[in-house]
């Protein structure tokens, strides 16, 4: 069964460093999503992707976030200049239609930790 | 913006109960999930229902679209179903696809 897969699945960086978490969605999918869950929290909304634009993001998604889809694989999330409050756990989501009746496929998660 | 509540944040079970997981919203919406996150991190999408029922072998997910609510059924509870159980619905407003998130029901089944 096709599925989206995340690398690293463990990263730890300074404050102040860049990070670049990957996302390689399923083959024919054609909306990616990235969402964020701080330990003990609820998963929150960062930002939606289509046709190679943010089509939504939410206010925690502000300018040290980006996304790329840099071929026709995969899909990142930078984050410029790492903060301790960014430590969570950052899933891909993806799937072949838009909007909120089509069904999202996750990635197993990226582990983000600042130190 | 559209709030979400689960209830309980915290359930306990012996094998084979019949469990139920509630979710509550604010705003109308269209379409509502129901997801299965794994101890170790990783999330499932179990279910997607806009209306009425669905049923995926031993779980059942109901919505009251009036009412703004929705139930998680998990039958002959077993083991492997101790997860967090996570229902998630559309943020708010026409065009909007954010996904709010719920607390999450933490399932416990024991043997």
């Known amino acids: 069964e096709p599925e989206v897969t995340q690398t690293p699945s463990h990263q730890v960086t300074q404050m102040g460093q860049e990070v670049i978490l990957r996302c390689v969605p399923i083959s024919n999918h054609l909306y990616f999503y990235w969402y964020r869950q701080i330990l003990g929290q609820k998963v929150e909304f960062l930002v939606s992707?289509?046709?190679?634009?943010?089509?939504?993001k939410s206010e925690i998604f502000d300018d040290q976030f980006s996304v790329e889809r840099p071929d026709g694989s995969n899909f990142t999330l930078k984050i410029r200049s790492t903060k301790l409050e960014d430590s969570a756990m950052y899933f891909c989501a993806s799937s072949d239609g838009r909007g909120l009746n089509y069904e999202q496929y996750f990635g197993p998660g990226t582990r983000l930790t600042v130190t | 913006k559209n709030e979400v509540e689960q209830s309980p944040q915290n359930l306990t079970a012996q094998e084979g109960e019949f469990i139920t997981i509630n979710c509550s919203y604010s705003v109308g919406i269209s379409a509502l999930h129901w997801l299965q996150q794994h101890p170790g991190g990783g999330i499932v999408s179990l279910f997607m229902?806009?209306?009425g029922k669905k049923k995926h072998g031993r779980l059942i997910a109901t919505i009251n679209i009036q009412e703004k609510h929705s139930s998680l059924h998990i039958t002959a509870s077993h083991p492997r179903d101790s997860a967090v159980y996570i229902c998630?619905?559309?943020?708010?407003?026409?065009?909007?696809?954010?996904?709010?998130f719920g607390k999450g029901t933490k399932l416990s089944v024991i043997p």
């Open positions: 229902l806009s209306s």
């Open positions: 998630a619905v559309p943020n708010s407003g026409a065009g909007s696809y954010q996904l709010t």
């Open positions: 992707f289509y046709n190679n634009e943010i089509s939504e």
